[in-house]
C-alpha cells in the first residue's frame, strides 16, 4: 500500500516529530518548508471551527490533503475558559508565563481545580472530504509552577493519576498521555480505515 501523503499545517517542528512517530509509515508528512502556504488566522469560537478553517484553507491553498489541530485548555470553575483562547488568555502578545500567571490568579484561594487539556484534529481531503477527532487529558490545576520541561500550561497542570507536572515528567511519557496523543492515534485509526 502507498502511503498517503499529508501536509502538516503546523510550522512547529516539535509537532511534527511527535505526529510522525505516532502515524508511522503509513503516512509521509509533508512539511511547509516544501509546500509553502499562507499563515490562517485562528478567528473561530472553537478548537473545532480553527482546525477545520486551518485544514480547509490550506488544503485549498496546495492542493493538498491537510492535517490541522487546535489545542486549549478547559478550567471547570471557569466554565471552560482560557479554552479557544488557551494561547491568548492573557492578551495578544502574552507569553506562556504570562498565560500561567493569570490562570494561577484566577484560582486564588479556590478548591475546585479541575481541568482538562482538549485536542482536535481535523484531515481535509483536496475534494473536501473531511476527519474529525478529538482527544483530552483530564486533570488537575496545580497552586504554583512546577517542573521545566514541556511548554505553555504544563508547570502547573497535574494529570489526574500523577503527582508531577507535565512538566515535570519526561517528554517521552507526556506523549504517550497526553491530549494531543489521543487525538492523533483515533484520526490514525480513521485514516487507516479511509485508506483501506
Ligand atoms: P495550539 O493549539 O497548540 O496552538 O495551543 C494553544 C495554546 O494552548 C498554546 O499556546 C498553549 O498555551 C496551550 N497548549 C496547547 N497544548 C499544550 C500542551 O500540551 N501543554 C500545555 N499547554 C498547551
Known amino acids: 500500500m502507498t502511503a498517503l501523503k499529508l501536509l502538516l499545517g503546523t510550522k512547529n517542528p516539535d509537532k511534527a516529530k511527535e505526529i510522525q512517530a505516532i502515524f508511522g509509515d503509513s503516512v509521509t508528512l509533508l512539511?511547509?518548508?516544501?509546500?509553502?502556504?499562507?499563515?490562517?488566522?485562528?478567528?473561530?469560537?472553537?478548537?473545532e471551527a480553527n482546525a477545520r478553517k486551518k485544514?480547509?484553507?490550506?488544503?485549498?491553498?496546495?492542493g493538498l490533503a491537510v492535517l490541522s489541530e487546535d489545542t486549549g485548555l478547559e478550567v471547570d470553575f471557569l466554565k471552560g475558559a482560557p479554552g479557544v483562547y488557551s494561547a491568548r488568555y492573557a492578551g495578544e502578545e502574552a507569553t506562556y508565563q504570562d498565560n500561567v500567571d493569570k490562570l494561577l490568579d484566577?484560582?486564588?484561594?479556590?478548591?475546585?481545580?479541575?481541568?482538562?487539556?482538549?485536542?482536535v484534529c481535523v484531515v481535509v481531503f483536496p475534494d473536501g472530504q473531511e476527519l474529525i477527532s478529538a482527544g483530552q487529558?483530564?486533570?488537575?490545576?496545580?497552586?504554583n509552577a512546577r517542573g521545566r520541561d514541556g511548554f505553555g500550561y504544563?508547570?502547573?497542570?497535574?494529570?489526574?493519576?500523577?503527582?508531577?507536572?507535565?512538566?515535570e515528567v519526561p517528554t517521552s511519557l507526556k506523549n504517550?498521555?497526553?491530549?494531543r496523543s489521543k487525538a492523533l492515534r483515533?484520526?490514525?485509526?480513521?485514516?487507516?480505515?479511509?485508506?483501506?
Open 186 to 196: 483515533a484520526m490514525k485509526a480513521q485514516l487507516d480505515k479511509h485508506m483501506a
Open 154 to 167: 504544563d508547570p502547573i497542570f497535574l494529570p489526574d493519576g500523577f503527582s508531577k507536572t507535565l512538566a
Open 176 to 179: 504517550q498521555i497526553s491530549h
Open 137 to 143: 487529558l483530564n486533570g488537575q490545576i496545580t497552586t
Open 106 to 119: 484566577a484560582l486564588k484561594g479556590e478548591s475546585k481545580r479541575q481541568a482538562h487539556f482538549r485536542c
Open 31 to 47: 512539511s511547509g518548508d516544501d509546500h509553502p502556504f499562507a499563515d490562517v488566522e485562528e478567528d473561530g469560537d472553537t478548537l
Open 55 to 62: 485544514a480547509t484553507e490550506i488544503s485549498k491553498e496546495t
